[in-house]
């Protein structure tokens, strides 16, 4: 996936990574173009991108896009079937991947959500925005499982172990947390970076957290100290 910064117009290239052919381009978007999600799910001749609040369905020989409104913040689900899409007024909409009808809608955080999050079985969904807070919602249902406190800024990112037993957030206030997904209890936090926490990541394993910072370094922490 290629794309342009520029904040007027911007374009879109797919690239497919085996064979180095563009499968797509020309593309023009309006507004500015944020790095995405792309998939390749269980229809292989049908891979997906998102893009900001547009998400494009490649096909042979051309595309499709479907503009949702809100901001711009989302995640797929591991399934490949369901897209979290977070709101500018503190909702998130759950969509159905190959319809592109919600499911349900998730209401309850005040102002913009940045980071949304499934977990490893898709059965749970974590966010976490401006109001500082980390919500976990049954993806089914739709249901507020819990809304975990202390940040004191806004949580830009989230995301959780690979065995689903852990919640990590962190933002702008440098430190990071992590929640147990059964208690929904802060376990312990990592305090360390001297700026905003804008990515999180998991080692296979789970052993070990990659965090970025805009103190710009990257650092590894033991997950489980």
């Known amino acids: ?39 390749r799910d269980a229809d292989r001749d049908r891979p997906r991108v998102g893009l900001g609040a ?5 096909a042979r020989g051309g595309s499709k896009a479907t503009r949702f ?6 995640a797929k689900s591991h399934d490949g079937t369901l897209l979290a899409h977070a ?12 319809t592109f009808e919600p499911r349900v809608e998730l209401v309850g955080h005040e102002g913009e959500v940045r980071a949304v ?15 500082r807070t980390v919500r976990v919602w049954d993806v089914a249902t739709g249901r507020l499982l819990a809304t975990m406190t202390g940040h004191s800024q806004k949580i830009f990112t989230i995301a959780f172990s690979p065995d689903g037993s852990r919640i990590v957030s ?18 312990f936090a990592l305090p360390g970076h001297e700026s905003y926490v804008h990515s999180l990541a998991f080692s296979p394993d789970g ?12 650092r590894i922490w033991d997950s489980s100290p």
């Open 1 to 39: 996936l290629a794309y342009s910064d520029h904040w007027i117009v911007s374009q879109l290239a797919i690239w497919d990574v085996v064979s180095g052919r563009r499968i797509a381009s020309d593309a023009m978007l309006e507004g500015a173009a944020d790095p995405g999600q792309a998939s």
């Open 54 to 58: 547009e998400w494009w369905r490649l």
């Open 69 to 74: 409104d809100g901001g711009e913040h989302m």
């Open 87 to 98: 709101q500018y007024r503190g909702a998130l909409v759950i969509l159905d991947l190959e």
């Open 117 to 131: 999050a499934f977990s490893p079985d898709d059965r749970l969904l974590a966010s976490g925005g401006d109001d």
């Open 170 to 187: 962190a933002g702008n206030d440098h430190v990071i947390r992590f929640w147990d997904t059964a208690s929904f209890g802060l376990v």
């Open 207 to 218: 052993h070990q957290l990659a965090s970025g910072s805009g103190d710009r370094t990257v």
